[in-house]
C-alpha cells in the first residue's frame, strides 16, 4: 500500500486491455463510494490512469467527482488507492497514506484526510478542498527539541503543492471558479480555528471580508477538519466555529442598518485636512463609500482610517 506511485510523466504506453481494466477501476471506485457495490480491488499499471486523465480528463473527473461527493467516499478512496489510481494520478495525496502514528505518534494524515471528507458537506467545493487540504504536511513536518510535531506553513505548501498537481494533470482546468475555490480552501482550511473569543470586532468583519464569498465553504472545511476523538475538545473546536459564525451574521446585520462610514468622519475631515463646510466634504464621503463599496477600504472604522486614506490619495480626492 504504500508502494512509490509511478510519476505521472511516465511515458509507457498501456494497452487497450490496462485501460479498460483502469476505465472499471475507476467505476467501481465511484460504485463503492455511492454505497452500490462491495468489491474485490481491480488494480491497473500507473500509465493507463495517466494516460486517461490527459486523454479524457472530464469523464475521469465525473467518476472521481462520484468518490468525493458520494456516502461513503473513505470506501471509494480506499478503492483508488488499492487500484493504483490514487498514486498514479495524485501522488501528493498518496504520499499521505501511513504519513502519522509510528515513532512520532501524531494521527495518520491519511485515515485523518479521508474522515474529513467524509464529513464534509456534499458540496464539491469542499470536498475536494477536503481531499487536499493537508497535503502541505509531507513537506512540511518537523520535531521539536521537546519531541512535539508540527506542520508549520503547510497550509502555504499545499496550496502549491496543488498548483503543480494542477499543472501536471489538468483535472480542473475546464472549470476555473471551482479550481479557484479549491486552491483557496486549501491555503486558508485553517483560519477559522484560529478564531478565539477576543477577537475585536473589527477583526472578525475583516475576518469575513477576506473570506468573501468563500466563507460558507471554509468554515464548512473547518468543521469538517475536527476530527479528534475526545468529545470536549471537539464539542469546544465546534462551538468555536459556531460562535465564529454567529457573530459574522450578527455583524453583519447590524451593519446592514448603519451607514458605512461614522457619523464624526465629516468634522474630521474638516479639522485635518482645513476644509470649511462646503459640498466638498461630502464628495470626499462619497467617495469614501465608493471606495468601501469597492472593497478598498472595511466599513464601520474609525474616522481616522478614513481621513489618512484621504490624506494618503490627496489627488485621488481632490484636496
Known amino acids: 500500500m504504500n508502494e512509490q506511485p509511478v510519476p505521472i ?8 486491455l490496462d485501460v479498460d481494466r483502469a476505465w472499471d477501476a475507476l467505476e467501481r471506485a465511484a460504485q463503492v463510494a455511492e454505497g452500490r457495490l462491495i468489491t474485490e480491488e481491480i488494480p491497473s499499471d500507473a500509465a493507463s490512469f495517466v494516460a486517461l486523465a490527459k486523454k ?6 465525473e467518476r472521481l467527482d462520484r468518490v468525493v461527493m458520494g456516502s461513503d467516499p473513505e470506501g471509494g478512496l480506499d478503492a483508488l488507492l488499492a487500484s493504483g489510481a490514487l498514486g498514479a494520478m495524485f501522488p501528493e495525496v498518496h504520499a499521505m497514506v501511513g504519513f502519522g502514528d509510528g515513532e512520532w505518534r501524531h494521527k495518520d494524515v491519511w485515515k485523518h484526510t479521508k474522515q474529513v471528507v467524509r464529513q464534509s458537506v456534499p458540496r464539491l467545493e469542499v470536498r475536494w478542498a477536503s481531499l487536499f487540504h493537508d497535503i502541505g504536511k509531507t513537506k512540511t513536518r518537523s520535531i521539536s527539541p521537546e519531541g512535539k510535531v508540527h506542520f508549520l506553513g503547510h ?3 499545499g496550496s502549491r503543492m496543488f498548483d503543480k498537481l494542477d499543472r501536471r494533470i489538468a483535472l480542473f482546468a475546464p472549470e476555473p471558479a471551482l479550481k479557484s475555490t479549491v486552491r483557496f480552501l486549501v491555503l486558508h482550511h485553517l483560519r477559522a480555528n484560529q478564531y478565539e473569543k477576543t477577537w475585536t470586532d473589527s477583526a472578525v468583519r475583516r475576518f469575513a471580508r477576506e473570506l468573501g464569498e468563500h ?10 477538519d475536527i476530527t479528534t476523538k475526545r468529545p470536549e475538545k471537539k464539542r469546544h473546536g465546534l462551538a ?11 455583524l453583519a446585520a447590524e451593519d446592514a442598518k448603519q451607514p458605512p462610514l461614522p457619523s464624526g468622519v465629516g468634522d474630521l475631515l474638516m479639522k485635518d485636512l482645513g476644509i470649511p463646510p462646503s459640498r466638498k466634504i461630502g464628495d470626499i464621503k462619497k467617495a469614501l463609500e465608493q471606495a468601501i463599496e469597492a472593497g478598498e477600504l472595511p ?3 474609525p474616522s481616522e482610517l478614513y481621513v489618512k486614506f484621504v490624506q494618503d490619495n490627496r489627488e485621488r480626492f481632490g484636496v
Open 9 to 16: 510523466e511516465s511515458t509507457a504506453q498501456p494497452s487497450n
Open 56 to 61: 479524457d480528463p472530464a469523464k475521469v473527473r
Open 155 to 157: 497550509a502555504e505548501v
Open 215 to 224: 466563507l460558507d465553504d471554509l468554515l464548512c472545511l473547518a468543521r469538517a
Open 240 to 250: 468555536q466555529i459556531s460562535e465564529l459564525s454567529a457573530r459574522i451574521s450578527e
Open 299 to 301: 466599513p464601520h472604522e
